[in-house]
């Protein structure tokens, strides 16, 4: 089993920054990507960005351009730097990842953007 542990979100004003981080520990080594979802209020869980063990990303077209995803193998850590936040960025983020086996979820962190 694999388990995340988030972190960075918070309040912020829009055109603002914020960069979350995602933890990951436990069966590490069946990792085949990490990512970051999103769900706001009334809407479904939607893609935000995913980074592959190469290293290869996939973004939202909503988000692309203003946010980066990357991660650092030797602390086991997905980042989400997200620049110029609109409010419609507002939702609980939430990070997964793809083993050879299974999927798992982050608890989710709240960002909010206000106008």
């Known amino acids: 089993q694999v388990q995340l542990v988030e972190s960075g979100g918070g309040l912020v004003q829009a055109g603002g920054s914020l960069r979350l981080s995602c933890a990951a520990s436990?069966?590490?080594?069946?990792?085949?990507?990490m990512g970051w979802y999103r769900q706001g209020a009334g809407y479904q869980r939607e893609l935000v960005a995913t980074i592959t063990n190469s290293g290869s990303t996939n973004y939202a077209d909503s988000v692309k351009g203003r946010f980066t995803i990357s991660r650092d193998n030797a602390k086991n850590t997905v980042y989400l730097q997200m620049n110029s936040l609109k409010p419609e960025d507002t939702a609980v983020y939430y990070c997964?990842?793809?083993?050879?086996?299974?999927?798992?979820w982050g608890q989710g962190t709240q960002v909010t953007v206000s106008s």
């Open positions: 436990g069966s590490i080594f069946s990792i085949i990507r």
């Open positions: 997964n990842t793809i083993t050879s086996s299974s999927f798992y």
